[in-house]
């Protein structure tokens, strides 16, 4: 298994436009992450699953977001009529338990810049 | 509610020094702790975590983190600094009885001098 992935790395869209995008995590993990890490800051959660189950969602989870985990495997993420506050990093991860704890383990991440 | 205050956003090191990277957190439970490095445009590697099995523990790329309840602090060090090892650190904070989010400080860039 070579990790978790995200796609796509980068998306360039213009003001008002719905994108996706998706996280495969790695294959034996339950819980999904996502977070979003805007310039000089950490990243901040915004939603959790465990198998196709959405647990968590945060307050930063507007309505124009929403995101999936339809088998319990992969997951997306859509942000509809993007603004460009909504440019930021996002990062998904999976965990699985590593000496008695849930230990998470990131994509690459995919850098949304909205015009 | 866990929270993480990693002070300062900067710090540089001459190749070969020490690195000491300051982590305090506030937990209502005993936390799990983790330190996690980003190189540039790139996403999150685990360095290390603490599992409260031993108050020292050491991750990889020769990094090591010791857990101070009394402190409340899980200061990140490396003896000697290699020019690799720039890149930003993140300390985080998960609450062991819920959805196990992580909760991350602000990171601390770090830079290494030739």
């Known amino acids: 298994d070579t990790g978790v992935s995200q796609d796509p790395r980068h998306k360039i869209t213009k003001r008002g436009q719905n994108v996706t995008f998706r996280c495969d995590p790695i294959?034996?993990?339950?819980?999904l992450y996502w977070y979003r890490q805007t310039l000089g800051q950490g990243p901040e959660f915004l939603t959790y699953?465990?198998?196709?189950?959405?647990?968590?969602k945060s307050r930063l989870l507007s309505d124009r977001f929403s995101a999936e985990r339809p088998k319990g495997s992969f997951s997306t993420l859509e942000i509809q009529r993007t603004e460009q506050g909504d440019s930021a990093m996002y990062l998904c991860?999976?965990?699985?338990?590593?000496?008695?704890?849930?230990?998470?383990?990131f994509g690459p991440g995919t850098r949304l810049l909205v015009l | 509610a866990q929270s993480v205050t990693q002070l300062g956003s900067h710090v540089s090191v001459s190749e070969g020094a020490l690195v000491l990277l300051r982590c305090n957190y506030s937990?209502?439970?005993?936390?799990?702790l983790f330190w996690y490095v980003q190189y540039p445009n790139q996403g999150l590697q685990l360095l290390l975590k603490y599992t409260s099995a031993a108050t020292l523990v050491k991750g990889i790329n020769g990094f090591e983190a010791e857990f101070k309840k009394s402190e409340t602090s899980f200061h990140l060090t490396k003896p000697s600094a290699h020019m690799s090892d720039a890149a930003e650190y993140f300390c985080a904070v998960s609450d062991p009885n819920g959805s196990e989010k992580l909760v991350f400080g602000k990171g601390m860039k770090l830079t290494v001098n030739p």
């Open positions: 937990s209502s439970v005993p936390p799990y």
């Open positions: 294959s034996e993990h339950n819980r």
């Open positions: 699953f465990q198998n196709e189950a959405q647990l968590e």
């Open positions: 991860a999976s965990s699985g338990r590593d000496r008695g704890i849930e230990t998470q383990y």
